[in-house]
Structure formats: C-alpha cells, structure tokens
C-alpha cells in the first residue's frame, strides 16, 4: 500500500480509520479551526500529554495568527521522535508504533511523533540467575531500556547495534549487538540470515526467536544461551559474541553458546581467582549429582550390588524391607512428586510458596517412609539430587538434564552400570552433534582446544589477555600490551 | 580432490584422541595371555616388540603414502595405484577385515559384560542395545564419533592409567624375572602375536587427509601409540606380576583379572574391576563407532552411489546378526582369537602393496585432486 497522503482532513480521517478498521481505542482532535488533525492511539499513548504538547500550543498559536504553515507549527509543538512522512502506509505503521500523526489540511505529507508511552517496571534483581557478588540488576521488557544498560557500560563506537522488525503483525523490534572489530563475521552473517529468514505472525517473547535461530530445534541441549542479567550480556559483546534483544522480553540471548558456559555464572570473575574455581569446580560436582546419582543408586543397589561393600548394601537393602514397590518404581515416583513441587511452587504465590514447599515436603516424605512407599535410602537419594540440580546457573540446561535423569534411570534399571554408560555415551553423543552457530556445542572439550581448556573446569585468570578463541573472535587480544595503545 | 576422505579437518591433537581411543578401546583385555604363553614371565617385552615391528613401520608407510597422495586415503590412493578393478577387490578385503574385527570385538565384549557385569540378560540384548547407541551417533557423520573421542580421551585414560597403577598393587618382582627368559625366536612370535594390539593404528591409511596440518603426520599417530604401549604394558606387567606367568595363561581376560584384585581401604566399591569395564565399554563404545564410521564412509568412496546413513544401517545389521550366529563357547573363542593374529595382514600388507606398486607405476595423485 502506497497511497498518499490526502490534502483533505476529512479524507485523511476517514483513510487511516478504513486502515485500522475504527478501533475502540484510535482519536482525532483539533484545534478550533478544524485545519489540523491529530491522531493517537490511546493505549499507546497519553490524553494528557497530547493537551500539553500538542492541543496547547496550537491553540496559543491559533490564536495569533489565523494562516499559519508548518514552519509556524512546528516550533511549538513536541519534537520527540520527529519523521516526516508521505505515505499512508508509513503514517499507520507510525501510529501502531505509538507515534502521534500530525496533519495539516493542504499537504501532501504529515509529521509524526513518537509519544508512546510505556508500561515500565522498575528495575528489579535477577529472580533466576542470583549472585552474591555483582550488580543486582535484570533486564526489563523494554528493548530500549536494556539496550542503554548495555551502552552504558560499553562506550565503545565499535559497540554495533542493528535492529531489525520481525512478525508480520506484531512487528516486534529486535535487536542485534555485538563489538564490530571483536564478533567473528562468519557468525553476525549467520545471525543475519536466521533472523532474516524468520517467518512468522507475532513475536511474544525471546523463545520465540531462540527456537527459530537454533541450529538444531530438536536437539535436547540449548543451543543459544538466555540470560536476564545484563552483565552476562556485556561480558558475552566483550567476548566476541552477539547478543540479541527483543522488545517486550525481559531476557536477552547470548550466540554462540558452548556447553562450558551453561556452567559459569557471572560471579566466578567476580571473586578472586580461587574463590572463582572453587565455586565453578563445586558448580559441575553438583550437576554430574544431579544427573547421575539417581541412575547409579538404582544401577548399583538394584542391578550391580555386587560392586558395593557388604555392609553398605546389606544396610541399604535392609532399610527397604516392607517397602512395596521395587526400587526403580520408588525412585520414579519420588522423582516425579519433586517435578510435581517444582512446579507447583512456581505457581504459587511467593507468600505461602517457601513454607508450603518445605512442610508439604517433609511431611510428604515421612509419610511415604511410613506409608511403605519408599525407603529412606530412596528419600536421601532425591533430595539430594533435588538440591544439586539448583547448583547450575542456567535454568535450559538444567531443564535439559531433567528430562535426561529420567531416560538415565530407566536405562540403569534395565542394563546397570552398563546401560548407564551406553545411555551416558548416547547423551554425550547427542551434544556432540550439535553446533551453535556453527561452533561445537562441545568446545573447547570437542575438538579438543588445548589453549581454551583453562577455562572450563577452572576458571582462568583475568589478567589472561586473550580471548576464548572458540567464539573465532577478530581481535584476539582484550587489551595491549604494557605500554602499548589499545582501542579509542 | 576426494571429497569424502577430507571430512571432517581435524586437528593433529584429534586425530591423537581418536587413534588412542581407538587403540585402547579395541583391546581385548587378554594381551598378558598372549604374551606370557610365548615368553614367560619376561612376556612384557613382547608388545615392545610388536611396537617395532609393526608401529614404527606402520607410521613410516603413513608419511609415505601421504607424501605421494597429500589428499587421497588408501581407497581413492589405491584407484591411481592399482586400477579400478583390482583396487575395488583390495578395498573390499582392507574395510572387511575391520568389519570382522568389529564383529570379533563386540562378540567379545558381550561376553566379558555377560560374565561379569549382567550374568542373566540375554547376548542379543546387549549386542542391540550397543548398536542402537552406536546408530545413532554413527548416522550423524564422522564428526560426533571424533568429538566423542576427543572429550572421553583425556577423563578415560587418566583413570585406566590409575586403575592400572593401582593393579601393580601386590606385584611380585620375582615372578617377572629373568628379565630375558625366552629365546630370541619366542620374542619375535610372541611380538608377531601381540602385534594385534596395534591392529586400529592403520585405520590412520583411511582419516591420513583429515588431518589439518599433513607435516604432523608422526606426531599425533605415534604419541597414540606410544600411550597405548605403556597402557599395554602396564596391563602385561600387572598381570604376570601378580599372578606369575603360568596363572595369567589360565584366564580369559587378563588384563581386567588384574585390576578386578584392587583393594582401596575406605573405597566405597568392593571390586574396582566392573569400574575398569565402564571404562573400557566407553572407549570400546567409541572405538567400535569409529570403525564402523570409517568403513561406512570407506565403502560410499568405493561405490558413490551408496547413501552413507542406509550403509551404515546396513552394517550395524549385518555386524549384528553375524556376532549373534556365533556360539559363545570354548572352541568360538579360541578360533577368533587365532584369526584375530592374521587379521592384521591384509590391513597392512594392502597400504603397503598400494604404496610400492605406485612407486613402480611412477604414480601419484592425479593432477586435479592436487
């Protein structure tokens, strides 16, 4: 659609209400003399704002002279956001992006102003991704408000911001960030054509573009990284990665993403360097519990006891005397009335959540223990397991291996330590296939990067210059050497 | 330019994981028997040999036959050496005899896993379980199984080291001397015996072009094998030192009976044994997908027209069904062990035959796969 704008101000009326088939929520009003329309939606934007930047002045202006142009009204009414537009088209797409429209009776073209007013929150502290040490900020659901988080701590003319629109009716605004000189061009041209080529109605949130620019939709593992805190976005831009924002999501993503960052949380570089490694060694020990204990526990007290000393399974066996079920049953069942807390706590309100969470538990477990339904071998076993699977700093992964656990357990309870090791294998298999953004989702373990294995199970020390070579960044250094000159 | 042989570029030090794993993971677990049945309770020396005999050749023959065919693995080097048609017979024979050595392998595994770890599941179940979780990792390239080796690598040999140090736990010095106590004749069959152990180390004929820097060639495959030496040795040493030449002769798999008598005080497992088998199941997981990668890819390079996924479905059915035919009895055993030694002939014989009939026939890689 490109038809003109009309010189006529009825006509200008009657066009842009065909175009939006008359919404509840569209006004027009005008000073006195009826030669100047202004047109808003009200959910976008403010009654009040409107008198006093618009309605206001014209009619002090009109008051002072009766033939007035743009050049005398321009002056007096708001600058904010200002475009001059010719076409119909582009003066309704305007509107529902929140502008103003401003027509004058006798032109062929109209001045639009961006008066959308906002639903804002304040900024608030991370609920998933919490730190002790570090700024205690998340993103908001307004792209512009987390692009200037992003801004302010990078003041950097490298620092390249592009935006793109995508949905065909909700033409949400999305954004692509990442340091120019630093980003591998290999991946900001695969970025560009995953976004480019996504085709789809309406973008309601960030998942949406994760699940379209994903290498692999399918695969189990996440293959780009989301995250709500904003520093982790501005140390994944100093990295050499791109970091897309999308308006109305309060979580940005991070490309590519290797498995070794699913497990480094924000605070490790802010610690000193052995607080940092201790924290991340702990970080890992916790994940490998919380995947495996399940699935050994059931491989080794209900399949390959005679790997274990007498007295321990003597005891443990002994415990589950009267207990009904056999032991993988027990532990299925127990593992699925964690999922069912999990799950449950997340819609409860935050008021009761915490107590009824913790007496629900207790009481729920003792009396399973009692009800004979489980042993409390079993019990020790899941809550444990319950506890280590918070330890992970990224909820996708640790969602992931969830999922896993359970595969892992039937698996050990058909096959033992062997069935184990080959369902172990398969799921090790599977995120060897997959690549993020074209890097293995595996790197630096697979392919083996020597240099880049600093970084994994440790943490490496800050004064190490060099940058993650896995990302294929440009500029490999992040600073000169002593006494050399680095960047503007 | 060969398409097929030069995917996927790996770096040496992948090329070094694959081949370790490869080594160690396709080791039947019963080279102290070999070795102590030629030589005695100076057996240990006998891999040393099979090192010299058979490595050290093996590597040099690489270097060549890469020097003369810089992107061409031994099935495209064989077309410019020996003709279509004679090349297509050598081809067959030299991926047959990985396929066999599979087939032998997994049928070996089953029996070890049935005997120790899972007495009443059924043979087929185990065979069916391993070729799924190998299917799937296989149908997606030769990419997933060169990851998978390079993150297992590091964690797999850090603990069969351990373990194999652990298992020198209550060695007897006395019962590994004389330091030479064979003759020189029981030294070389002995080191022709167990030169088997090296038998995946010519897989490097067919991932040489993978390789991203060809000058490195040596590095990676020797380092491989020199790892894998010691890992041998260390399991012949365990073995004979503990329980003396004429004991070790006496069991199946020497090598895991070795390390099943770790005692650990306070360890929270009585037999540290069944965690060696979870150890070389991954490595021989790996391995055995490898090979089966390799051959799948071998045969689409031989005949284009195959689709590399039905080959490989194809294969795993095949290799199924043939280790499920054979009886798991006394005489099976000692019939695969026997042909397992002559296995490596044409693995070793054929690279060597391409090689010196392209020096005759003044071959080399054709102009435009240069």
Not at chain 2, 53 to 69: D, E, G, K
Not at chain 2, 243 to 250: D, H, S
Not at chain 2, 311 to 339: H, K, M, N, Q, W
Request: glycine content about 6%.
């Amino acid at each position: 659609m490109t038809e003109p704008i009309p010189s006529q101000s009825l006509e200008f009326r009657r066009l842009i209400e065909d175009a939006l088939n008359d919404p509840y929520d569209l006004e027009f009003e005008s000073p006195v003399d009826g030669k100047i329309s202004i047109a808003f939606l009200t959910s976008f934007a403010n009654k009040k704002d409107i008198q006093a930047n618009f309605l206001a002045p014209l009619g002090r202006l009109l008051a002072e002279k009766r033939n007035y142009t743009w050049k005398d009204i321009l002056p007096v009414i708001s600058e904010q956001g200002r475009k001059i537009r010719e076409s119909l088209d582009e003066a309704v797409n305007d509107l529902l992006e929140g502008y103003t429209l401003v027509h004058l009776a006798g032109s062929d073209f109209i001045y639009t102003f961006d008066t959308h007013e906002r639903v804002k929150r304040e900024p608030t502290a991370p609920l998933i991704e919490r730190t002790i040490h570090g700024p205690k900020l998340s993103l908001l659901e307004d792209i512009k408000q987390n692009i200037l988080l992003i801004r302010e701590r990078i003041k950097n003319r490298q620092l390249k911001i592009e935006g793109i629109k995508i949905g065909a009716r909700s033409r949400t605004k999305v954004a692509a960030i990442y340091l120019q000189d630093v980003a591998s061009p290999l991946v900001v041209q695969k970025v560009h054509e995953r976004l480019g080529k996504i085709s789809i109605d309406g973008i309601v949130d960030s998942g949406y573009i994760e699940q379209y620019i994903s290498d692999n939709p399918l695969s189990l593992f996440p293959l780009t990284q989301s995250t709500e805190r904003p520093d982790k976005l501005i140390a994944a831009v100093l990295e050499g990665r791109i970091v897309i924002l999308v308006d109305g999501s309060s979580n940005g993503i991070i490309v590519p993403v290797t498995v070794n960052e699913l497990y480094q949380s924000s605070e490790d570089y802010y610690f000193p360097f052995w607080f940092g490694v201790f924290l991340r060694a702990f970080r890992i020990i916790g994940n490998v519990i919380a995947v495996l204990l399940p699935s050994v526990y059931v491989a080794l007290f209900a399949v390959n006891a005679s790997l274990l000393p007498i007295r321990m399974a003597l005891t443990v066996s002994g415990g589950r005397i009267g207990v009904a079920f056999p032991l993988v049953v027990e532990l299925l069942f127990m593992e699925f009335v964690v999922e069912l807390f999990r799950e449950g706590s997340l819609r409860l309100p935050t008021t009761v959540s915490q107590t009824l969470g913790v007496a629900s538990g207790v009481i729920l477990g003792l009396a399973a223990v009692n009800a004979g339904m489980v042993s409390n071998a079993t019990l020790v076993v899941t809550i444990i397991t319950a506890i280590a699977s918070y330890s992970g700093p990224n909820y996708e992964i640790g969602l992931s291996w969830r999922i896993l656990r359970f595969s892992l357990i039937l698996i050990a309870a058909a096959f033992g330590l062997y069935g184990l090791t080959i369902g172990g294998l398969v799921i090790l298999g599977h995120a060897a296939i997959q690549d993020s953004f074209g890097i293995s989702f595996l790197s630096p373990w697979a392919p083996i990067l020597p240099k880049e294995l600093i970084d994994t199970i440790f943490r490496r020390p800050l004064w190490m210059r060099r940058r993650l070579q896995i990302y294929q960044p440009v500029d490999e250094y992040r600073a000169a050497k002593k006494g050399g000159k680095k960047d503007e | 330019m060969n398409k097929e042989a030069l995917s996927p570029p790996t770096t040496p030090v992948n090329v070094f994981a694959l081949l370790v794993v490869a080594l160690l993971g396709l080791d039947f677990l019963d080279l102290p028997y070999d070795a102590s049945s030629f030589c005695g309770p100076s057996g240990y020396w006998t891999i040393v040999i099979s090192f010299g005999l058979m490595v050290l050749p093996l590597v040099l023959l690489a270097v060549l036959l890469q020097r003369r065919f810089p992107k061409e693995n031994i099935i495209s080097a064989s077309k410019s050496a020996l003709g279509k048609p004679l090349s297509m017979v050598g081809n067959l024979i030299f991926l047959g005899s990985y396929l066999t050595w599979i087939t032998l392998a997994i049928r070996d595994s089953t029996t070890v896993l049935i005997n120790c770890f899972l007495n009443r599941t059924p043979a087929w179940a185990l065979v069916v379980l391993l070729l799924l979780g190998i299917g799937y990792i296989i149908i997606n390239g030769l990419k997933p199984v060169l990851r998978l080796a390079a993150f297992i690598c590091i964690p797999m040999l850090f603990f069969r080291f351990l373990m194999q140090i652990f298992a020198l736990q209550g060695l007897k010095p006395d019962l590994l001397l004389p330091v030479f106590s064979a003759s020189p004749v029981s030294y070389l069959k002995g080191g022709l015996a167990t030169a088997n152990a090296f038998f995946p180390l010519t897989t490097v004929f067919l991932i040489y072009p993978l390789n991203t820097k060809p000058q490195k060639l040596p590095i990676p495959v020797l380092w491989a094998a020199t790892i894998s030496l010691l890992s041998f040795f260390l399991g012949i040493v365990g073995a004979i030192g503990v329980f003396g030449a004429e004991l070790t002769q006496r069991f199946n798999w020497s090598e895991f009976i070795a390390v099943q008598h770790i005692y650990i005080t306070f360890l929270v497992f009585e037999q540290v044994g069944l965690l060696f088998l979870v150890i070389w199941t991954s490595l021989f997981f790996v391995a055995a997908a490898f090979l089966f990668s390799v051959v799948a890819k071998g045969l689409r390079q031989q005949f284009p027209f195959l689709n590399y996924r039905w080959t490989c479905l194809g294969l795993l059915l095949l290799v199924g069904t043939a280790v499920l035919l054979f009886p798991d009895d006394f005489i099976s055993r000692t019939v695969f062990t026997e042909y397992r030694r002559w296995l490596v002939l044409p693995v070793t014989v054929y690279p060597l035959l391409v090689y010196i009939v392209s020096v005759i026939r003044g071959k080399r890689a054709l102009p435009n796969e240069k």
